[in-house]
Nanobody
Framework: VQLQASGGGLVQTGGSLRLSCAASGRTFSAYNMGWFRQAPGKEREFVAA????????YYADSVKGRFSISRDNAKNTVYLQMNSLKPEDTAVYYCAVGGTVVSTTSVLNYYGIDYWGKGTQVTVSS
């Protein structure tokens, strides 16, 4: 199984990027998929997730309204459209496949990831 992430780069504040993560080796149409990120000196944090049908999406509060996650099961690919980027979005972004999303009025947790991508660097300059 391989997860190939792409689309990262250097962008100015307010700019946009679209990340892609193509999975190969098996079909992931029945799996949740998502994105995490890790900034220098910080722990990896959840960014967004999408259910296997694509009907449900979940976002960290820090990206809600700016980022949009989507998937194409025919291509075994998950996307992250990032708009209105801020310097604090600078991080290595990792795609994730599998796992469980728990979402309540007070808790949003995506855990038990089965597969991780290698990461793609996103740098937002001020």
């Amino acid at each position: 199984v391989q997860l190939q992430a792409s689309g990262g780069g250097l962008v100015q504040t307010g700019g946009s990027l679209r990340l892609s993560c193509a999975a190969s080796g098996r079909t992931f149409s029945a799996y949740n998929m998502g994105w995490f990120r890790q900034a220098p000196g910080k722990e990896r944090e959840f960014v967004a997730a999408i259910s296997w049908t694509g009907a449900k999406t979940y976002y960290a509060d820090s990206v809600k309204g700016r980022f949009s996650i989507s998937r194409d099961n025919a291509k075994n690919t998950v996307y992250l459209q990032m708009n209105s980027l801020k310097p604090e979005d600078t991080a290595v972004y990792y795609c994730a496949v599998g796992g469980t999303v728990v979402s309540t009025t007070s808790v949003l947790n995506y855990y038990g990831i089965d597969y991780w991508g290698k990461g793609t660097q996103v740098t937002v300059s001020s």
